[in-house]
């Protein structure tokens, strides 16, 4: 009963930030419009690699590599193809899950931090295709000006389009983790063994995890292209990739929204304080040690175990009644 | 039901197993006694697919189960529970169950239906039959050590098993508690007629319960029989009961 008022409540305040972003653009100014869309999108890449990482509990390092593949293939295809956009559009997250697949069922086979390091590896080897193969991806220029369709060229008409994007991919993912693939998945992270010894292939359904977050990490890297409308390796850098495992850590990886809290805070950092000075990682480096210290379950996580408190003291109270 | 032929498994120099002989019949409920190291768990472990053994065979219905994984193994009919408490510690005691009922249903690769609808009523009978009904909104980490191990016998009964095995189901027990597991057991056994192999520490419990019990020390099986036959073997009182 409780639940279903935080329920209730969480989806009340979601109704009214949406209500809100979607008349964002009528008195924002542009700039403030662009960088809330470079938070949406970032915060998808977040929200996919948290499938893995909080709920999956899948150490997925290199995740960047995946956002790097969906915007090279769509970004590619729009440049030097003549094809239609929405099949770049399409292809993009569809390469991302394929290169999930490839490089998970390699890396699906080890446990943990062992699986990690072997992603960081293979994760890096796309990135050096990218970096040298100048012929087709311009190398470490990448490539700017990709054409765009006309609804989505202007800065509004990309915000537009990623945020109802997002809102699709956000509903998609709460559907995935509370269906019984998402219940299984949260039983494989808190104990592999005993969910195998209830009949459940631990390897396989964690690898079916990857290739469904990567897919929604293409998805965030078509996005990008569509705000930035171009490419450059540094999508694919392991750097990214631990930025965003950061985002995840900060929201609340436990949680199912704390990654978009914690893709808005560090967009944020980088965007206002990266103006003043190129060392705001260092602000990022003291965040991080206050996070682990204080709040190791992020943000958010923190958060919910408040409320949990809460509510097992209304438990206790009414039963005493 | 199930036969375990001579089997032998050892860590590096150390024999865990060695010589193991078992046999459960359909309906049993047999145990296992052995002093601490004796392999009961190894045991158990190899049964279930946890380790694969050096040389021996385990006959799940004439089927040789011994090479199999623990996933395929649970398929094949076998669920268990673990010595440690071993459950899912952040989901509910409702989630725990609804996974495994989920998984022998073959629903746990649904994507986009609900898991909040689905086999809610399977998962209920399975708590109300082992009294945690009441608990199923609590996350599992939350409940006392003896509601967990509880919890792990749920648990693997949502595979609906042939064969149920639970390593050590009263360990770190208080007295009541131990009480009202083995009656849970005998009771899952007698009413449900489940078949079901666990080992124990405790003699009283053991012979006040099983039908059958095999006794192992260093790794060897020494005589699986009837209880009395079993107490009154000299090398049995030896070994196990201190030679009275």
Not at chain 1, 10 to 15: D, H, N
Not at chain 1, 88 to 99: E, N, Q
Not at chain 1, 236 to 246: K, N
Request: charged fraction near 15%; charge should be negative.
């Amino acid at each position: 009963m409780f639940s279903e008022m935080i329920r209730q409540k969480s989806f009340g305040v979601s109704a009214a930030i949406f209500v809100v972003l979607l008349i964002a653009p009528s008195f924002l100014p542009r700039y403030y419009i662009y960088f809330l869309a470079v938070i949406f999108v970032t915060a998808l890449l977040a929200m996919s690699l948290n499938l893995c990482v909080g709920h999956g509990m899948l150490f997925q390092f290199h995740h960047g590599v995946f956002y790097g593949v969906g915007a090279y293939t769509a970004g590619l295809l729009l440049a030097k193809t003549s094809l239609p956009w929405w099949i770049a559009f399409i292809a993009g997250p569809l390469a991302a899950a394929f290169a999930g697949l490839l490089i998970g069922i390699f890396c699906i086979r080890l446990n943990r931090l062992y699986f990690g390091m072997l992603q960081i590896s293979l994760g890096s080897l796309i990135w050096a295709v990218a970096f040298r193969w100048y012929a087709l991806t311009g190398g470490d220029d990448g490539i700017h000006g990709i054409p765009m369709p006309d609804f989505i060229s202007s800065t509004t008409g990309s915000y537009y389009f990623v945020l109802i994007v997002l809102g699709i991919c956000l509903v998609l993912m709460y559907l995935i983790l509370k269906s019984p693939f998402g219940s299984t998945l949260q039983a494989t992270r808190d104990n592999p063994e005993r969910c195998a010894a209830v009949g459940i292939n631990v390897r396989r359904h964690q690898l079916k995890t990857i290739v469904i977050a990567t897919f929604f990490g293409g998805v965030a890297g078509v996005l990008f292209v569509v705000v930035e409308g171009s490419i450059f390796p540094d999508l694919l850098f392991w750097v990214l990739s631990l930025e965003i495992m950061i985002m995840c850590l900060l929201g609340g990886w436990f949680t199912f929204a704390g990654p978009i809290l914690g893709a808005a805070i560090i967009v944020s950092l980088r965007t206002f304080i990266g103006t003043y000075t190129e060392y705001w990682t260092l602000i990022l480096g003291v965040i991080l040690i206050l996070l682990i210290f204080f709040i190791p379950e992020g943000i958010m996580g923190y958060n919910y175990r408040q409320l949990f408190r809460s509510r097992t003291q209304y438990a206790t109270e009414s039963q005493t009644e | 039901m199930l036969r375990v032929e001579d089997l032998h498994k050892s860590f590096d120099d150390f024999k865990a197993v060695n010589g193991a002989h078992l046999s459960v019949e359909k309906g049993q409920l047999v145990a296992v006694i052995g002093p601490n190291g004796a392999g009961k768990t190894t045991l158990f472990n190899l049964i279930t697919g946890q380790l694969q053994p050096n040389t021996g065979k385990i006959l799940l219905k004439d089927e040789d189960i011994s090479k199999l994984p623990p996933h395929v193994i649970c398929r094949k009919g076998i669920a268990r529970s673990f010595q440690i408490a071993n459950v899912f510690h952040r989901l509910s005691v409702f989630r725990n169950v609804q996974v495994s009922v989920l998984s022998q249903q073959k629903l746990s690769d649904r994507l986009f239906q609900p898991a909040a609808r689905l086999v809610v009523e399977e998962t209920n009978r399975i708590l109300e039959s082992v009294g945690l009904l009441d608990k199923k909104t609590d996350v599992a980490d939350s409940l006392a050590h003896g509601d967990k191990r509880i919890l792990e016998i749920a648990i693997a009964l949502g595979n609906e098993p042939d064969l149920l095995i639970l390593d050590e189901p009263t360990a770190g027990m208080s007295p009541e508690e131990t009480t009202t597991t083995m009656a849970l057991i005998q009771r899952l056994s007698e009413d449900q007629g489940l078949t079901i192999l666990f080992c124990e520490h405790d003699m009283e419990v053991v012979f006040g319960t099983a039908q059958s019990i095999m006794v192992m020390q260093q790794g060897s099986t020494i005589i699986q029989d009837e209880p009395e036959t079993v107490r009154q073997n000299t090398e049995v009182q030896q070994a196990y009961l201190g030679g009275e």
